[in-house]
């Protein structure tokens, strides 16, 4: 129990374009996830929360013009990077709350590791 | 101020020893505590939760709690290599949010 996958693993892009990373959980529902970013050697940064129904809400310095979040359903959160540049390139991880029943408890996605060209 | 402090190491040590791991946090009002642990190219992996204070063992490891002294630490008993990895602190300011600060996280290093 407790599952959370992210697609794509991995991505390389142009410099300009969008990119579209999807975040599930696979044996919960999750009405709140979250996304963070991760520079090497460093630790986990916050960006946002999503949460479903509603509008998602960013942390102080996050771009929500440049970070769309959207929560489609109880299950799936989408982070959409939009117009990259190689200073986006990091790794994206996404994770929910509550997936053995104490809403505390964070499960983490397997991550995204964006590259941008 | 950081709210959340880890010494990020490498903290070495070798096999079948106890590996300590100390975290501090500055906000005295932070509700729960937990232990990550993230390889190299991975995301983190839930090790431990702690509310209360007191130690909570679950096989060989036992985190501690000192809410007074607002200290969280983590114990590994017979450290083996695949311990080697970084292990993120992180602190939950209120309950029932999910919302989650971390601490810049330990290196430990397990030497054969």
């Known amino acids: 129990g407790a599952v959370v996958s992210q697609h794509p693993s991995r991505v390389i892009c142009k410099s300009g374009t969008s990119v579209k990373i999807e975040c599930r959980s696979l044996?919960?529902?999750?009405?709140?996830m979250f996304w963070y970013r991760q520079f090497p050697k460093q630790s986990l940064m916050l960006m946002a929360t999503?949460?479903?129904?509603?509008?998602?809400?960013?942390e102080q310095g996050v771009e929500k013009d440049k970070f769309l979040i959207n929560h489609a359903s109880l299950t799936l959160s989408t982070l959409t990077v939009t117009s990259a540049h190689p200073e986006d390139s990091s790794f994206y991880i996404c994770?929910?709350?509550?997936?053995?029943?104490?809403?505390?408890?964070?499960?983490f996605g397997p991550g995204t590791r964006l590259t941008v060209l | 101020q950081k709210e959340v402090e880890q010494n990020s190491g490498p903290l070495s040590v070798p096999e079948g020893a106890i590996a300590s791991l100390n975290c501090t946090y500055s906000?005295?009002?932070?509700?729960?505590f937990f232990w990550y642990r993230q390889y190299s190219g991975k995301s983190p992996e839930l090790i431990m939760s702690?509310?209360?204070?007191g130690d909570k063992e679950d096989g060989r490891f036992t985190a501690q709690l000192n809410k007074a002294s607002q200290y969280v630490s983590l114990l590994i008993r017979d450290s083996q290599p695949s311990d080697s990895a970084t292990y993120l602190c992180?602190?939950?300011?209120?309950?029932?949010?999910?919302?989650?600060?971390f601490g810049q996280g330990t290196t430990l290093q397990v030497k054969p």
């Open positions: 702690i509310y209360s204070n």
């Open positions: 992180a602190v939950s300011l209120f309950s029932n949010t999910g919302k989650l600060i």
């Open positions: 906000d005295r009002g932070s509700q729960s």
């Open positions: 999503s949460n479903e129904g509603s509008k998602a809400t960013y």
């Open positions: 994770s929910a709350p509550g997936g053995r029943g104490d809403y505390n408890e964070q499960f």
């Open positions: 044996d919960f529902q999750a009405t709140t």
